[in-house]
């Protein structure tokens, strides 16, 4: 008989199960042992390291299983992202990604990142060397692009979006809804005698799948309490440091509000810098409650919370991973504080 020490164990249990030997429950850890004539011990830890490895799985009262095979890699998350920055380090972007890995590796899985390029004056992807990975399921992370979607929706493994909502009930979504929030920012306003709020932040989208959902909420909240929406109020913004001040500066040039909503809180440096350099003491609220240098901890957002979304988006890929199907969809509300 083969002395059978436990890596030649592992190798021959992955064999079998490649071969279709084992296809379903395996003979109990003592019946392996005595077949290959080794302790119990040796064989329960060579069908640990294949349990860790998700080719078998253990249930109470019924044994060890076969794992049903995953499509591409059966641990392996894409997660797609487009690069126009650094999403590590970046404030809004890293949060999300801390919070999806943590629940990522928690689930047993691991992601690898797909960076697209896009043009930097328009925005537009180039989706002309676009190939995606193996894998399990992908996250498309802060992307519209229809044709994109498409493709990822094409390949058949299970996605899901996080961020930006999708005008899409079809699309798998985790998404921030800042409605109420940026409400309650501009009772807030209302409350304190601010009639004309500014809003910089984008007021039109590039993809028929978005629409402006802050400039669309604050644009209600301004009718309800201040009676009329003042389009010299406002100013559109893509969400790119750099593109604030120079839309806070267009509205500033025509009109004099009283009170500023700045849908992003990584513009806020450059939107506070041209309010001292034309020495004016505007109340601002910003959206997403990201801590920044040079911002005061205690300040008035209607903050995201992102640490959350990215595991929730994790959470729900995982699951129709494992069950075979689409994953749901869900909305975190933005938070007023």
Not at 172 to 185: C, K, L, N
Not at 186 to 215: D, H, M, W, Y
Not at 236 to 252: C, I
Request: charged share 25%; net charge neutral.
């Amino acid at each position: 008989m083969i002395e059978f020490k436990q890596p030649a164990l592992v190798g021959e249990l992955r064999r079998r199960i490649a071969e279709g030997v084992y296809s379903g429950t395996l003979p109990t850890t003592l019946e392996l042992a005595a077949e290959f004539g080794v302790n119990p011990k040796t064989m329960n830890k060579a069908i640990a390291r294949l349990v860790a490895d998700g080719l078998l799985e253990r249930r109470r009262r019924s044994g060890t299983r076969v794992c049903s095979p995953l499509p591409g890699d059966g641990r392996l998350i894409e997660v797609i992202f487009e690069g126009f920055t650094t999403i590590f380090t970046h404030p809004f972007w890293g949060d999300i990604w801390s919070g999806m890995v943590e629940q990522l590796a928690a689930d047993g899985f691991r992601p690898v990142l797909n960076m697209l390029e896009a043009d930097p004056g328009s925005g537009v992807l180039d989706l002309a060397h676009f190939s995606m990975s193996p894998a399990a399921g992908r996250i498309v992370l802060g992307i519209a692009d229809p044709e994109l979607l498409r493709q990822v929706r094409s390949s058949g493994i299970p996605f899901i979006t996080a961020c930006d909502p999708l005008e899409e009930p079809s699309i798998p979504q985790v998404t921030f809804d800042f409605d109420e929030g940026i409400r309650q920012a501009v009772e807030l306003f209302f409350r304190n005698g601010c009639r004309r709020i500014a809003f910089i932040g984008q007021t039109r989208t590039l993809q028929p799948l978005q629409s402006p959902r802050k400039f669309l909420a604050y644009q209600q909240a301004v009718q309800t309490y201040c009676g009329a929406f003042d389009p010299l109020l406002v100013e559109n913004a893509r969400p790119l440091t750099g593109q604030g001040a120079p839309a806070l500066a267009a509205v500033l040039d025509r009109t004099r509000p009283d009170a500023l909503l700045a849908a992003y809180d990584h513009q806020l440096p450059e939107l506070a810098a041209l309010l001292a350099e034309r020495k004016l003491d505007l109340p601002v609220i910003g959206c997403d409650g990201l801590h920044l240098p040079g911002l005061p901890d205690a300040r008035h957002v209607v903050a995201a919370p992102r640490l959350e979304c990215g595991k929730r988006v994790a959470e729900l890929l995982v699951a129709a991973i494992r069950e075979r199907r689409e994953p749901v969809s869900m909305s975190i509300p933005a938070v007023f504080r």
